[in-house]
Each structure stands twice: as structure tokens, then as C-alpha cells.
């Protein structure tokens, strides 16, 4: 099997998600996708991933992000595993209307990274995540999110950057 990798461009770290035009912000709000909700989620509606294989797997948990005051359209989408000592990131995507240079939001890369830290946090994990990405964002990561080289393809988010994520996008009290 191919390890993928992610490829999305921390376009800015937000205190939630913010409008591209207007600059105004939207508190959000991240949940489990339901399966009703999986069957919008299909490469015909603009999603680049396959998000029923990801749903399908035992032991990942996929949620959405959404706007408070508007929970039926989804922002984007991660995939997290629990580990022994970490969260796993697999996958993560904005939705098709929060990509490119016309994105309608920004900052929901970075607030779906900010919540995997907090589910490590919540779980006794510390805030450790990792996770693989795609060679040419390597320096991106460590860049935008703190985010250590471990090797390779694999990054690591410690404890010190995830919780200035956590902080950010959830004003955590841990």
C-alpha cells in the first residue's frame, strides 16, 4: 500500500476559520462524519481523497469541521488514529470550496492540525502528533506549525507546538 502523505498548504494559522474576502472569523466546530454525511463526501463533489476507505478503517476516527452556526456544510475533513503514545494524522483535506487561490475560508488546515493536538492533549498523549508528508512540504511544516523532521517523510508535532496550536484555535486550559 502507498503511503500518501499530506499535501495540504498551512495557508495561515487563524484564531478558528476566517472569511478570504471579508476577513471575518467563524468559531468552529469539529465532530465524527456520520455516514449520511460520507455519501456527499465523493471525488464527483470535488474531494480529492477517498474518504470511505479512511471512514471504513477500524481504528481511525474521521471528523469534520464546520462553522458553529452553520454545522451542515462541511469545511473539511482528518483522519486520526490514536497510538500507544501519539496521534496518527493520515489524512486531512479542505473542503473543494476552501482550496486554491478563490478558497471562501482560510485557516482550516491549521485548525484541523490544531485539533488533532488537542485529541493527543485530551487523551493523555501530551500533544504529541505525527504524521507523513509529502516531501516538497517538509520545510512548510516546520515553518507554519513547529513541526519537527524526524526523517524521511515523517514530522512530529511535540508537546511545545501543539500546544501553541491548541491555544490558537481552541484557547486550551489543559
Not at 103 to 128: D, P, Q, T, W
Not at 158 to 167: E, G, H
Amino acid at each position: 500500500m502507498k503511503i500518501r502523505g499530506l499535501d495540504s498548504e498551512i495557508d495561515k494559522l487563524t484564531n478558528s476559520i476566517e472569511n478570504r474576502v471579508s476577513g471575518d472569523q467563524f468559531r468552529t466546530t469539529l465532530s465524527l462524519l456520520s455516514f449520511e454525511e460520507l455519501k456527499k463526501v465523493t471525488k464527483k463533489s470535488g474531494w480529492v481523497f477517498n474518504w470511505k476507505n479512511e471512514f471504513k478503517s477500524q481504528n481511525r476516527e474521521v471528523f469534520k469541521l464546520t462553522i458553529e452556526d452553520n454545522p451542515q456544510i462541511i469545511q473539511g475533513i482528518i483522519s486520526l488514529e490514536e497510538k500507544e503514545d501519539h496521534v496518527f494524522m493520515h489524512l486531512l483535506e479542505n473542503s473543494p470550496v476552501n482550496k486554491g487561490h478563490e478558497k471562501m475560508y482560510i485557516g482550516v488546515a491549521g485548525n484541523l492540525v490544531a485539533f488533532a493536538c488537542k485529541i493527543s492533549l485530551e487523551r493523555g498523549h501530551e500533544g504529541n502528533v505525527a504524521f507523513i508528508s509529502k516531501t516538497q512540504l517538509i520545510e512548510h511544516y516546520v515553518n507554519t506549525l513547529g513541526a519537527f523532521h524526524f526523517g524521511g517523510r515523517l514530522m512530529i508535532l511535540n508537546p511545545s507546538a501543539a500546544l501553541n496550536l491548541v491555544n490558537k484555535y481552541f484557547n486550551y486550559e489543559g
